[in-house]
Each structure stands twice: as C-alpha cells, then as structure tokens.
C-alpha cells in the first residue's frame, strides 16, 4: 500500500500528517510512504530526516499520481479535488456535515473519503481521537496566546507599591481544549470560571480549581460523547447565567465545536459591547463559524475596545507537538483499518463505521 502525505496550504497551517518517527513505523510495516518536497518544514522535520525514515520524497502532483492513499490535516479543497482518482483513499478532517459540496466533489470522482473529525467517542479508537490529541495542546496555547495579548498580569502580585488583584478568566466549554485551559490558567494564577452544556464535567472543572457556572438544561448535553446542540432556550439561560462574569473578565476562551457542524453561537456582539474595555476573547472555533459573533479566522476584530482573536481549535504555533500526535494518531487509524496491506473495509465495525464517508463514490447515510 502507497501512502502520501501532502503538505498543508492553509492559510496558517504549519502542522503536518505524518512525522518521520511515524513514517519510519509504517515503511517497517510494510508500507511505502511518500512525501511532498518540504511538507514537514514549518514543524521542523527535514526532508532528509523523511529519507532517513524510509520515504520518498516528491512533488504533489507524483503523490496524486503514484499514492492509494492520500492523508492530509485540513479537508480536501477544489484544487486538490481535481487530481482526485477513482482509486484514491482519503484521510483528513472533512467536516462533513458542513461541507457538503466537498463531499459531493469526493462523490463524483468515485474516490472513498474518510473523515478524522468523525471518530466516535469510545474507548478503543482513543488512541486515535485527533480532536483530544490537538485541542489539549490548543487549550493550552489559548492561554498563552491570551497572556501575551493582556495587558495585565495572571496571578495575584503583592509589591511594595500596591497589590495587583489576578486576573479573570472565562472558559466556554469544558472538553479536553476546556480542562488544558482550566488548568494552564489557574497555574499563572488566574480566578478561572467555566461553563458547559454537559452538566457531567462540573466535577471535572472544579477538581482543576475553576468555579463552574450551572445552567438549568433538559437533557440536550451530549450526542456520541460531544456536546450537541444547545436549544435557543438554553443558550438564551446560559446568557444570563454567564453575562455577569462575561462582563468582568479579562480573557475569555471558547472551544465549542459540535462534530460536523457550524460552531454554535455563544457570545453576541450586544454581549461584546458590554464587556470590559481590554478584554480579550481567543475564540478557538473561529474554523467553524465561531462561537463568538464577530469574530474571524485568523483575524483580530477589535469592537468597543475588546480584542476579538478568531483562530482555530488547531494549535498550528506548537506544531512538531501537533504533528506528532496527529501522526499517532493516523497510524493506529490506519493499523486498525487495514490487514496484509490491503483494507478491510469493515462496514458494521464501529470506527470504520462513523469514520467513512464515501465509498467507491457513494456517500453513506449517517
């Protein structure tokens, strides 16, 4: 079996699919491996650290041409699309769900597409979980990222010429980016607040020192182990609940993101204006629409005095730690997809099951 790994065009993007350590498992497996010129080097691996590995280095256009199985990060754009072939395997994120014009694009090619984002919530496919791999490491670097954009300082500061109280911080979402958050702000020294549709992880939330904000709901928590859709009665509770601490906190941070689907909407541009002048809001669902409503990707919108960071739950500024775990990742996705080099195609197994999203050209019903 031919694996390619194509290099990330994103705007942003500095991660990438597979890293050399991994690459060397796979070509000891069997596998032949081939790599775009230069696909590793903003996460610091060399093409000749590929080489040394087992790969083969190449242009795009070969991979397209020479590999089954085409693996990237980011979903398949129209460009990529127009190389597609009928034999092709795709692996990425494909948001498939709210992508569907991508999906038919797949579709009529007659190639098979399976969608990492799609990864069911349960035991056996942890280990190949890329949205709990990448959103700890992104809710760490939220943090980061809002500390350097602050005009104030995390902890509690006791100095001759005064005290300086902590700041205030706010988290949306208390999933993996959630708890790495939690976690990271509090130990700066942050009074760190949380809230979440699923009642389950107040538990989880207050053993890392947050104080979590309930909100009354009737069972709409979770769906497959993901939060789901809140109703608009809910979010309109949750309003009310959080405005209070919204108003006064320093750093917000929203990591919503419901599997397949715009990012719901948690933070209205009435609620920016009423919030405290410097206040910064790293909206980590900025890919899917966001969950702040005026934020964009990879922008920064500054209204009434609030810095609104619009990125995405995908830590691109700590890549060689991203991309090895992604990497991880798709080698126990592809060791459990396959038998003898050849897929197994699976069909009633569960992981391949919620995973594939075409086949041969069909797109299955979920």
Request: net charge neutral; charged share 25%.
């Amino acid at each position: 079996m031919k694996i390619g790994i194509l290099k990330e065009l994103q705007k942003g993007e500095k991660r990438v699919s597979l890293s050399p350590f991994i690459t060397k498992k796979l070509v000891t497996n069997g596998f032949e491996v081939y790599i775009e010129k230069n696909a590793g080097a903003t996460s610091l691996y060399k093409d000749s650290d590929y080489e040394a590995s087992g790969a083969k280095i190449t242009s795009r256009e070969n991979i397209f041409d020479v590999a089954q199985v085409l693996i990237k990060i980011n979903p398949f754009d129209t460009k990529d699309i127009e190389l597609i072939q009928k034999n092709h395997v795709l692996i990425s994120e494909l948001y498939h769900q709210s992508n569907p014009a991508i999906i038919k694009a797949i579709s009529e090619k007659g190639a098979s597409a399976f969608s990492m984002d799609a990864m069911p919530r349960i035991s056996r496919a942890q280990d190949m979980d890329i949205l709990s791999s990448q959103n700890n490491l992104a809710g760490y670097k939220a943090v980061i990222l809002g500390a350097n954009e602050m005009t104030k300082i995390f902890p509690l500061m006791m100095t001759a010429a005064g005290t300086i109280t902590p700041s205030k911080v706010l988290i949306y979402g208390v999933g993996v980016a959630g708890l790495q958050a939690i976690a990271t702000a509090k130990r700066l020294g942050a009074v760190v607040e949380a809230t979440d549709i699923r009642s389950e992880t107040k538990e989880q939330a207050e053993s890392l020192g947050a104080k979590f904000i309930s909100v009354e709901n009737s069972n709409e928590e979770t769906e497959g182990g993901y939060a789901k859709e809140a109703s608009e009665s809910y979010v309109e509770r949750q309003k009310e609940a959080v405005n209070k601490s919204l108003f006064q906190s320093d750093l917000v941070i929203t990591t919503a993101n419901i599997p397949g689907r715009k990012a719901p909407t948690l933070i209205t541009e009435s609620q920016v204006m009423q919030m405290k002048n410097g206040a910064i809001i790293i909206d980590l669902a900025a890919a899917q629409g966001g969950n702040c409503e005026v934020s964009k990707l990879n922008e920064t919108v500054i209204l009434n005095g609030v810095k609104v960071i619009g990125t995405t739950i995908a830590p691109e500024s700590v890549s060689t730690n991203a991309s090895e775990l992604y990497a991880k990742n798709i080698y126990n996705f592809i060791m459990h997809l396959t038998k003898d080099l050849n897929f197994k195609w699976d069909l009633e197994e569960e992981i391949t099951e919620k995973t594939l999203i075409v086949k041969d050209g069909i797109q299955r019903k979920k």
